[in-house]
Nanobody, 122 residues
Framework: QVQLVESGGGLVQPGGSLRLSCAASGFIFKDYAMRWYRQGPGKERELVALMRSGFSTDYAASVRGRFAISRDNTKNMAYLQMNNLKPEDTAVYYC????????????????WGQGTQVTVSS
């Protein structure tokens, strides 16, 4: 059974830091791109950061230089280090795993966690 379980969210003051964790199970973790999305109040879900299976990364412009995504394939874990947090970073953060099987016709596999709330407020 596939599972993605996020943890590490909470309330933090502006300028503070949080580290989100995503524990994965039930699929071949090292083959998947790992992505963090967020959805703020009244906003659409947006991609925040991704790390491909080859460890290259991309970030949304709004978080570049403040957030860092990482993964540990030995532990089936993904992380999002968030520094210098701002009130506009307040959102539910979701872990996502994505794989496209080019060998078998391009079938796509995508899994989501349940989300963890991050609130940035003084």
């Amino acid at each position: 059974q596939v599972q993605l379980v996020e943890s590490g969210g909470g309330l933090v003051q502006p300028g503070g830091s949080l580290r989100l964790s995503c524990a994965a199970s039930g699929f071949i973790f090292k083959d998947y791109a790992m992505r963090w999305y967020r959805q703020g109040p009244g906003k659409e879900r947006e991609l925040v950061a991704l790390m491909r299976s080859g460890f290259s990364t991309d970030y949304a412009a709004s978080v570049r230089g403040r957030f860092a995504i990482s993964r540990d394939n030995t532990k089936n874990m993904a992380y999002l280090q968030m520094n210098n947090l701002k009130p506009e970073d307040t959102a539910v953060y979701y872990c996502n795993a994505y794989f496209k099987d080019y060998v078998r016709g391009g079938r796509e596999y995508e899994y989501w966690g349940q989300g963890t709330q991050v609130t940035v407020s003084s």
